[in-house]
T-cell receptor
Framework: DSGVTQTPKHLITATGQRVTLRCSPR?????VYWYQQSLDQGLQFLIQ???????AKGNILERFSAQQFPDLHSELNLSSLELGDSALYFC????????????FGSGTRLTVV | AQSVTQLGSHVSVSEGALVLLRCNYS??????LFWYVQYPNQGLQLLLK??????LVKGINGFEAEFKKSETSFHLTKPSAHMSDAAEYFC???????????FGSGTRLLVRP
């Protein structure tokens, strides 16, 4: 157990639908990062939050949004889902001002049918 | 912009043989570099990191990596491969401004009996 909890582990949904992925960071970590992993795109950075505020944005579609709550957990919202959104979505966390790298969760596998 | 290139999407070695996974970075300033491992159906686990303290970095599971500025490389090695080392390995570089990690495309290591 890495200390980063992601739910659900698996999600199957239809095109056009909206889903919410949840992440609880490791205790004490203020930063949360979201990544998408697919066979053709590899690991793509989506977005970073630090202590409730958006810090950096990557290749995140406008249909996707995220937030970090006061208790530091984060949610990634994916809407108007398309077949191409099927992927593994990882959350990672890190302490502020550290070179420790990230601690990753075990991911949510999203399948859009 | 900082990036990493992993040479070889697949590497196959015999059990007991040397493992060498290649990573080259592109950075205008001394980078922070990381190697992660991903076992099937799992999240990414930190193997080791370079943060300018020492050029030869030892990690978990007998892996090590050497930072070579002249070659802009950070190759991952292990003297003797085990069957349990079969996994995908990712090299990553950190972007200072946001602690964002940029990942390489990954190298899948196959270990033959």
């Amino acid at each position: 157990d890495s200390g980063v909890t992601q739910t659900p582990k698996h999600l199957i949904t239809a095109t056009g639908q909206r889903v919410t992925l949840r992440c609880s960071p490791r205790s004490g970590d203020l930063s949360v990062y979201w990544y998408q992993q697919s066979l053709d795109q590899g690991l793509q950075f989506l977005i970073q939050y630090y202590n409730g505020e958006e810090r950096a944005k990557g290749n995140i579609l406008e249909r996707f949004s995220a937030q970090q709550f006061p208790d530091l957990h984060s949610e990634l919202n994916l809407s108007s889902l398309e077949l191409g959104d099927s992927a593994l979505y990882f959350c990672a966390s890190s302490a502020s001002g550290t070179t420790e790298g990230y601690t990753f969760g075990s991911g949510t596998r999203l399948t859009v049918v | 912009a900082q990036s990493v290139t992993q040479l070889g999407s697949h590497v196959s070695v015999s059990e007991g043989a040397l493992v060498l996974l290649r990573c080259n970075y592109s950075s205008s300033v001394p980078p922070y570099l990381f190697w992660y491992v991903q076992y099937p159906n799992q999240g990414l686990q930190l193997l080791l990191k370079y943060t300018s303290a020492a050029t030869l970095v030892k990690g978990i599971n007998g892996f090590e990596a050497e930072f070579k500025k002249s070659e802009t490389s950070f190759h991952l090695t292990k003297p003797s491969a085990h069957m349990s080392d079969a996994a995908e390995y990712f090299c990553a570089v950190r972007r200072d401004s946001s602690y964002k990690l940029i990942f390489g495309s990954g190298t899948r290591l196959l270990v033959r009996p």
